[in-house]
């Protein structure tokens, strides 16, 4: 509207009304890429079918760098801290877990003189909003600017420095995100990693030991970053069988038994206490000398009818026994997620590695499959929405250039410059380092609009100096390029260097932004 409306009313006001002929900057600058562009246009002229077989070619290889370039969801944010996670045995206890805190957090911080601080928080709060076992704490790592690292460069280099530090303290296992891309995971797919390997199958003994193996292969991969199996089992549980048969010789009953076991460990009511008009309940108990080891269930009295007793393990098989520590489920089938932290590559590239590699070497029965979740979901959801939204935009782009010239050849021949223009950002990728990823995608876009634009402002050109009586077509595209490299330059210069701040950008956040501008 601006442009139709306000502009010209401007330029009507303001715009000096004197025509002259002097030379200016810009004529100076047009006139430098004219002597460069003429040589090469009309070399193309000359060689028509081997520059338009050049660049078909060129097209072909650029899209076979395309697609072994790999892909993300969106750049991974240096976000300055670092998170990690300790990862202790199950029915490891609250105080253990505190204890094992600090000696991590003594150490890192001696040995690390990039940490400023370090925060962890174990198990779940009062409103459960992060549910977390007391054998797994969360730590925030406090780092000072990364100009002043000196144990490494990278953060990737700095998690393995860490892992390196803490590996001689046995029992423990360890996970590194970061402290914002952690907790998006984790609300995205319910897993704090990365990758989200979801096993989905009935038996839990066989879906850990699935997943342990797959563990074995995966850390074997070019990579990754961290691995971890979640800890579905593994919860020590002295479980009681009962004989039946040596209970019936000495007369007892399942209940009888199983009120002295609850009495003994866990405390049963044996009058009322009252204080003033408060009243408690008397709890009784064995002394904590007695409450310690398998032993002391195997050895436990039962009294029978006679006034004789008998030990426990008498009447029943007394053993301890690794039990659930939980059952995931997802869609009502049972499951263990295997969490994947990618490292020096992008996540499409490391989860087809995971993927060729679990296909070729585990074997599952009928039932169990694998699942891959995490930033790779999102990848694929987002690239299933682009593969709609864009064909229809570019076939809405076809239709206006039809209604603007009339001709299905000349919508057809600026069209083509809308493929031919990604030839430019997929090198820029290629050359950065960078993988294709939403926000690459998005830049794309961008390019293939200047693009079109350029091609309209030519094949416009064009057809004027045809209905001016220019019948000669070799004439045209030279008068045409000669005039309209100007604008065709300010277009494409606009759009490059509006997108230049955020290529070059190296404040937070900027690695969102950079892919936007793929050329």
């Given at each position: 509207m601006l442009s139709l409306t306000y502009v010209p009313m401007m330029t009507a006001l303001f715009l000096n009304k004197n025509i002259t002929n002097k030379k200016t900057i810009a004529d100076r600058i047009i006139a430098f890429n004219q002597w460069l562009y003429t040589p090469v246009l009309h070399l193309a002229l000359r060689f028509k079918a081997a520059f338009v077989l050049a660049t078909v070619a060129l097209f072909a290889i650029s899209l076979f760098v395309f697609s072994r370039m790999g892909g993300e969801f969106i750049p991974t944010l240096e976000e300055g801290d670092l998170a990690m996670q300790q990862i202790l045995p199950p029915g490891t206890s609250l105080s253990?877990?505190?204890?094992?805190?600090?000696?991590?957090?003594?150490?890192?911080?001696?040995?690390?003189?990039?940490?400023?601080?370090?925060?962890?928080?174990?198990?779940?709060?009062?409103?459960?909003?992060?549910?977390?076992?007391?054998?797994?704490?969360?730590?925030?790592?406090?780092?000072?600017?990364?100009?002043?690292?000196?144990?490494?460069?990278?953060?990737?280099?700095?998690?393995?420095?860490?892992?390196?530090?803490?590996?001689?303290?046995?029992?423990?296992?360890?996970?590194?995100s970061q402290p914002i891309q952690l907790r998006f995971n984790e609300l995205m797919t319910g897993s704090k990693a990365d990758i989200a390997i979801k096993l989905f199958g009935q038996d839990l003994d066989l879906l850990y030991s699935k997943a342990k193996?797959?563990?074995?292969?995966?850390?074997?991969?070019?990579?990754?970053?961290?691995?971890?199996?979640?800890?579905?089992?593994?919860?020590?549980?002295?479980?009681?069988?009962?004989?039946?048969?040596?209970?019936?010789?000495?007369?007892?009953?399942?209940?009888?038994?199983?009120?002295?076991?609850?009495?003994?460990?866990?405390?049963?009511?044996?009058?009322?206490?009252?204080?003033?008009?408060?009243?408690?309940?008397?709890?009784?108990?064995?002394?904590?000398?007695?409450?310690?080891?398998?032993?002391?269930?195997?050895?436990?009295?039962?009294?029978?009818?006679?006034?004789?007793?008998?030990?426990?393990?008498?009447?029943?098989?007394?053993?301890?026994?690794?039990?659930?520590?939980?059952?995931?489920?997802?869609?009502?089938?049972?499951?263990?997620?295997?969490?994947?932290?990618?490292?020096?590559?992008?996540?499409?590239?490391?989860?087809?590695?995971?993927?060729?590699?679990?296909?070729?070497?585990?074997?599952?029965?009928?039932?169990?499959?694998?699942?891959?979740?995490?930033?790779?979901?999102?990848?694929?959801?987002?690239?299933?929405?682009?593969?709609?939204?864009?064909?229809?935009?570019?076939a809405l782009i076809f239709v206006l250039l039809f209604f603007t010239f009339g001709s299905v050849s000349q919508a057809a021949l600026i069209f083509t410059a809308i493929p031919l223009s990604a030839i430019g950002g997929i090198w820029a990728l290629e050359l950065r380092g960078m993988p294709f990823s939403i926000s690459a995608g998005i830049g794309f876009i961008a390019l293939f609009g200047v693009a079109v634009l350029n091609g309209i402002v030519l094949i416009g050109y064009f057809n004027q100096l045809k209905e001016e009586g220019m019948a000669n077509i070799r004439e045209r595209i030279i008068k045409g390029t000669s005039v309209r490299l100007r604008p065709v330059l300010m277009t494409a210069s606009v759009a490059s260097l509006g997108f230049l701040p955020m290529a070059l950008s190296t404040s937070g956040g900027a690695e969102v932004q950079r892919p936007w501008r793929p050329s």
């Open positions: 253990q877990s505190i204890e094992m805190s600090k000696i991590i957090q003594n150490k890192l911080m001696d040995e690390f003189p990039e940490i400023e601080d370090i925060v962890t928080n174990i198990g779940a709060a009062e409103i459960p909003t992060d549910p977390m076992p007391v054998e797994i704490g969360d730590y925030v790592i406090v780092m000072k600017p990364k100009e002043e690292w000196t144990s490494a460069s990278t953060r990737q280099g700095m998690f393995e420095k860490i892992e390196e530090s803490l590996s001689d303290i046995p029992g423990v296992g360890y996970e590194f193996e797959a563990e074995k292969l995966i850390t074997k991969i070019g990579g990754v970053g961290t691995v971890n199996v979640e800890q579905t089992i593994g919860m020590p549980q002295i479980v009681i069988n009962f004989k039946y048969d040596k209970m019936a010789q000495y007369g007892l009953q399942v209940k009888e038994v199983n009120q002295v076991v609850r009495a003994a460990f866990a405390g049963e009511s044996a009058g009322t206490v009252y204080e003033g008009e408060r009243r408690f309940d008397l709890v009784v108990r064995l002394d904590e000398t007695y409450r310690k080891d398998l032993g002391n269930v195997q050895n436990l009295y039962i009294t029978l009818e006679n006034g004789t007793q008998v030990p426990l393990q008498a009447v029943a098989d007394v053993e301890l026994i690794d039990a659930p520590m939980q059952i995931s489920r997802e869609n009502t089938n049972r499951r263990i997620v295997i969490g994947v932290n990618v490292g020096d590559t992008d996540v499409e590239t490391l989860v087809e590695k995971i993927q060729t590699a679990l296909d070729a070497k585990i074997e599952l029965p009928s039932g169990y499959y694998f699942t891959y979740g995490g930033q790779f979901e999102n990848l694929k959801a987002a690239n299933a929405r682009l593969m709609i939204a864009v064909p229809l935009a570019l």
